[in-house]
């Protein structure tokens, strides 16, 4: 097996409160109305805390698998921080054996924020993660959080 991490960072154009309130709260009804076109509906099973499992079902148009399924390890609001662990995903998913996110929402000044994301995975075959493969994680992630700073800025009430 093995291990690799991946690192972003996002710049938004948004509150860290706005951001983490529509996309990590954990108001999962939220999600399909801030990122409306990407996904459709989100299950859940748990009370929200730890251990909760989350299904997304992503937008045909999406172009990737339809389901996104995740544990919640943590949610820190204070620190801005939400961890899970990835059940089941899209093809580069299934070249894993497992893989955890982390993402942090820091505010950047008047208005705007950064969302950290670390990826940390071990893979199924023994073979490094091709870059490509890393590329999709990233922009997987990074591309709901683009979807909730579009919502969040056409709607500024919203989320305040």
Request: glycine share 10%.
């Amino acid at each position: 097996m093995v291990a690799g991490s991946i690192n972003e960072e996002c710049a938004v154009a948004v509150s860290a409160q706005r951001l983490w309130k529509a996309a990590f709260a954990g108001d999962w009804d939220a999600l399909p109305k801030v990122c409306a076109g990407l996904i459709d509906a989100v299950e859940v099973q748990g009370d929200g805390g730890p251990g909760t499992v989350s299904t997304m079902k992503f937008n045909p148009s999406v172009g990737v698998d339809n389901v996104f399924k995740t544990r919640l390890i943590s949610r820190d609001a204070a620190a801005g921080k939400v961890k899970s662990e990835v059940l089941q995903g899209d093809k580069v998913c299934a070249k894993l054996k497992s893989q955890v996110s982390e993402m942090q929402v820091q505010a950047a000044g008047d208005g705007a924020c950064v969302v950290k994301l670390a990826v940390e995975y071990e893979t199924l075959d023994g073979a490094p993660l091709a870059a490509e493969d890393q590329a999709t994680l990233a922009k997987g992630y990074l591309g709901l959080i683009k979807a909730a700073e579009a919502y969040l800025v056409a709607h500024p009430a919203e989320f305040a």
